[in-house]
């Protein structure tokens, strides 16, 4: 029971960080034609619109992992997680390739 208790306080508090986060980065892509050239930003957001839906689907797959326990559960999730630093990476090379850099809210 404690340890129910405990593993579902951890999530909750990865979601809420990963619910920040993700509003943190909606909010720079939004405030992104302040800091680059606005085509520049269009073509970055084109190209990457798969990669950003893929990352979306694996992010969610991934939480729904956390609510199922056994082995194949493990091979699961270390597969998702390798996918999601892959498309991570991917969006990054993107971003350099076009020079778009993540504006501040200052």
Request: glycine share 8%; aromatic share 2%; net charge positive.
């Given at each position: 029971?404690?340890?129910?208790?405990?593993?579902?306080?951890?999530?909750?508090?990865?979601?809420?960080?990963?619910?920040?986060?993700?509003?943190?980065?909606?909010?720079?892509?939004?405030?992104?034609?302040?800091?680059?050239?606005?085509?520049?930003?269009?073509?970055?957001?084109?190209?990457?619109?798969?990669?950003?839906?893929a990352?979306?689907?694996?992010?969610?797959?991934?939480?729904?992992?956390?609510?199922?326990?056994?082995?194949?559960?493990?091979?699961?999730?270390d597969?998702?997680?390798?996918?999601?630093?892959?498309?991570?990476?991917?969006?990054?090379?993107?971003?350099?390739?076009?020079?778009?850099?993540?504006?501040?809210?200052?």
């Amino acid at each position: 029971m404690r340890k129910n208790m405990v593993i579902g306080i951890a999530m909750a508090v990865g979601m809420l960080s990963f619910g920040a986060l993700t509003a943190s980065a909606a909010g720079s892509g939004m405030n992104m034609d302040n800091c680059a050239d606005k085509q520049v930003n269009q073509q970055f957001t084109q190209e990457t619109a798969g990669l950003v839906a893929a990352l979306n689907a694996r992010n969610d797959e991934l939480r729904s992992q956390n609510y199922t326990e056994g082995p194949a559960n493990l091979l699961k999730t270390d597969v998702l997680k390798k996918e999601v630093t892959e498309l991570k990476n991917q969006i990054n090379a993107a971003a350099l390739k076009h020079g778009v850099k993540m504006c501040s809210h200052s």
